[in-house]
């Protein structure tokens, strides 16, 4: 895992363990809660998103000393803070961090955890534990932490004594960061916190584990088979996802495809890897994807699948999903090759390495023909769904806020999407120029996900305009964290889509369910006068004319914003994939 | 449904049970019995993991799984055919009476079963083989009523020419000696 950053706040002012010692002479002998700041500090980690209670005390009495050094964001709600991080590691892709206490502190992480493993995401969560000579007693606020975390997490581990804690940490980020990265769980217990080290504190970083060595380089058969196929394909189509954004393989990406001439789309999560407006990208794939980038899997001789894991919302049937053609995997995760295909060429490997392992074995192509079919498909698409979509007939839709957007925004906004309809749309509509732009919970669906996680992105990223597109639905699941970005003057742009319902539930009720609406209609409070409780700005759109300039006002305006938008009820998103259909079944309509 | 033994090497941490057993519980596969042990390197602990199954792609889906765990350092599957192993079983019965003696001759020379002790009120016997000569010696035994029984879980090495240490990462591995 790389640094997104070009810029990069209090890094540098993170020096390592040597001048600590320099600034405090007279302690050398140190507390286990004074070693995990300073083990955190060896890490570079320069913000944590947490909340205190009776377990972590000790940790955060040893914060005080340290918040010149180290920024801890106080959110409303642990679930807040481990979204934050989320957002915050995708944007930057460092590590994201939270601190919380025992019992419900953790499990309200829960969500977050599992939020991050689905979605490869390196974090690192510590837990207050209550002291270790209660284990086991059902103590004040004691949970099972390590039982609760265990099936969701990279790893974790309980640390009951001080001396563990700069090993502990080290392999913590080192595991959370590395290989396909995902959330770590630390569970610390309060005597450990407050124990003194026996010696004195010393750091150093974990490079390598026996137990765990990720392959980063693929082996030379590997790439050579691949290569073969690829270069035999007369009809090849590469899939790419979210694993060549975590290993920053965009550019290796686009150099491929180039040289190669084969058409690319993306998965959800894949989304802005890839100029949206460059030629030889399709579009994108799944249950709301394009029209023709999932027909032609059936079409396609060799599928070239980089970083990405076909998951059930890109395949539809699996059985029945790419029959015909042979696949080159290439996938850091030896677990996820043949977990649902059959695999002819697999590369096991880092995406950006096996790309450049590939690139001067590959034959420079140009497959015209074949890239012309996706251009028919393109074109029906257009005429069925976009045209419909943007008729600026009728009530205004969601479809023409993201266009609108998107195009006020040259396509260079950070977009971090909730779940439901809104978030079909902005994938579908908004024209991504960079990668890491688009950010949303992909794997586990989690509403409530955006507002903490466009938070947490924007204070990893600080340079990147930053677009939370949220449903009315999501926004009551996490509006509480309105309070942390108003307290941090965080400038966040929020845009809330409202169509009064739980739009994405209500579509399929309507197209599956006899329109049975079983609890999908909302009675909403007033957002505008909610964000202004909580000190932040906004109004509402009502119209189509009054659009354009609610928009302006929400780029423009220094600081958090909110922007809520009326759009039409009952809008459908499509193309539309039939849950357990194959994807050859796609509706227009 | 066919055997499919499991043979899993781990650092020795706490919860490393429960992570391994869990990915058998989430596809619902019950587990026919497992043993743990440590190796004879130090730190170096050994699961025997003994489970049926229809297909043998999702048994290696489960291996790529188990061998994804952190702390895990290799694993193996194997057909029976591939393996050596063996069960071991005790037999506790009443001590014998003039009226059904006891044929320990037979016993150690027929069914390689050793009586490890005898008590003035009860004996136990001790049986190691597969599980079908456990068998054919539980009904053999019976008749002399069984108080208790228990079978072990199946151990195994593979058929092959090397040790442990072909396989593991290259470390300074101490051996326990
Ligand atoms: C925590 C959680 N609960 C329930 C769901 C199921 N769900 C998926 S989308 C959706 C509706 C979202 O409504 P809204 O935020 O208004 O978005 P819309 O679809 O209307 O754009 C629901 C209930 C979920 N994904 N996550
Ligand atoms: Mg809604």
């Known amino acids: 895992m790389g640094n997104y950053l070009t810029v990069t706040a209090a890094q540098d002012a993170a020096a390592g363990t ?92 829960v969500t977050g955890i599992a939020d991050a493993i689905i979605d490869c995401t390196p974090m690192v969560c510590i837990v207050g534990q209550v002291k270790s000579t209660l284990l086991g007693t059902d103590a004040f606020q004691e949970t099972d932490v390590m ?134 990208y399709v579009g994108w794939l799944g249950m709301h994807g394009n029209y023709g980038t999932n027909i032609l899997t059936d079409h396609a001789d060799v599928i070239i699948a980089i970083g990405m894991r076909f998951d059930d919302r890109v395949t539809g049937d699996s059985t029945k999903y790419i029959t015909q053609a042979k696949i080159v995997h290439i996938e850091i995760d030896p677990s996820e090759v043949e977990k649902i295909k059959k695999t002819e060429a697999p590369v096991i490997g880092d995406a950006k390495e096996s790309l450049l392992a590939l690139m001067p074995l590959v034959n420079a192509n140009n ?21 419909r979509d943007l008729d600026g007939i009728g009530e205004l839709k969601m479809a023409e806020v993201i266009t609108r957007l998107s195009d006020k925004t040259n396509g260079e906004g950070c977009i971090v999407a909730d779940v439901g309809q809104h978030q079909m749309v902005a994938a579908r509509y908004y024209r991504f120029k960079n990668p890491h732009s688009y950010i949303a919970s992909g794997g586990l669906g989690t509403m409530g996900f955006a507002l903490p996680a466009a938070f947490g992105a924007k204070v990893g990223a600080p340079h990147r305009d930053v677009y939370a597109v949220i449903g ?53 409070p007033n957002f505008v006068m909610i964000a202004k409780g909580f000190g932040i700005d906004g109004h509402t759109c009502k119209t189509r004319e009054e659009l354009e300039e609610s928009l302006d006002k929400l780029i423009d305006f220094d600081g958090p914003y909110l922007l809520e938008v009326m759009v039409e009820k009952e809008t459908n998103i499509f193309p539309m994939v039939p849950s357990g259909a194959s994807v050859s079944e796609i509706r227009l309509d | 449904m066919t055997n499919y033994t499991i043979c899993v090497f781990t650092e020795n941490t706490i919860g490393l049970l429960n992570k391994i057993t869990i ?77 059904k003696p006891l044929d320990v001759e037979f016993i150690n020379r027929h069914h390689k079963a050793w009586v490890t002790y005898w008590g003035l009120d009860y004996v136990v016997i001790e049986k190691a083989g597969s599980e079908k000569e456990i068998y054919d010696f539980f009904n053999y035994i019976k008749p002399q009523g069984i108080l208790e029984f228990v079978r072990s879980g199946r151990i195994a090495v593979g058929r092959t020419p090397q040790g442990l240490v072909a396989y593991l990462p290259d470390a300074d591995w101490e051996f326990n000696l």
């Not at chain 1, 507390?31 to 955060?60: C, R, W």
């Not at chain 1, 497959?367 to 045209?387: D, I, P």
């Not at chain 1, 996490?478 to 209500?506: D, S």
Request: net charge neutral; proline share 5%.
């Open chain 1, 18 to 109: 040597d001048n600590e010692g320099a600034q405090i002479p007279h302690k050398t002998i140190i507390s286990g809660a004074e070693a995990l700041m300073k083990s955190l500090l060896a890490e570079n980690v320069d913000t944590i998103f947490g909340y205190p209670g009776g377990a972590i005390m000790p940790t955060y009495d040893a914060l005080y000393d340290y918040q010149d050094r180290i920024n801890h964001i106080l959110v409303r709600h642990e679930q807040g803070a481990s979204h934050a991080a989320e957002g915050y590691a995708r944007a930057s892709g460092r590590t994201g961090v939270c601190l919380v206490t025992s019992g419900p502190g953790a499990t309200n992480l």
């Open chain 1, 147 to 280: 039982g609760v975390t265990m099936p969701i997490c990279k790893w974790n581990y309980q640390i009951t004594h001080p001396d563990e804690v700069p090993e502990i940490i080290a392999k913590a980020f080192f595991i959370a960061g590395s290989g396909k990265p995902g959330p770590v769980v630390i569970d610390f217990t309060r005597d450990a916190q407050v124990a003194m080290m026996t010696a004195p504190f010393a750091y150093k970083k974990c490079e390598k584990m026996l137990s765990y060595r990720p392959r980063l380089v693929p082996k030379k058969e590997q790439v050579e088979k691949a290569a073969e196929l690829i270069n035999n394909a007369k009809r090849p189509y590469i899939l790419f996802g979210h694993g060549v954004l975590i290993s920053q393989a965009q550019e290796e990406l686009k150099a491929f495809v180039e040289k190669t001439g084969i058409p690319c789309a993306s998965t959800l999560l894949g989304l802005s890897a890839m100029d949206v407006n460059h030629p030889l």
């Open chain 1, 367 to 387: 497959h015209s023909v074949w890239r012309n079919e996706f251009r028919k498909y393109e074109s029906e698409e257009h005429q069925k769904v976009t045209l």
């Open chain 1, 472 to 524: 009315d639905g999501c926004f009551q699941m996490t509006l509480q964290e309105l309070g942390t970005i108003a307290q941090n003057k965080t400038p966040v742009k929020i845009i809330i889509l409202n169509n009064n319902f739980l739009g994405m539930v209500r579509q399929w009720q309507q197209l599956f369910f006899e329109k049975r609406y079983s609890f999908v209609e909302l009675q909403n």
């Open chain 2, 23 to 99: 990915i058998f519980t989430r596809r619902r596969i019950n587990i026919e019995s497992l043993t743990v042990c440590e190796t004879e390197r130090k730190g170096v602990s050994r699961f025997t993991i003994v489970i049926k199954h229809e297909k043998r792609d999702e048994v290696e889906k489960i291996v790529r799984q188990i061998r994804r765990i952190v702390e895990v350092l290799a694993v193996f599957g194997y057909l029976d055919d591939e393996i050596v192993y063996n069960e071991t079983a005790l037999f506790k019965i009443s001590t014998p009476m003039d009226a």
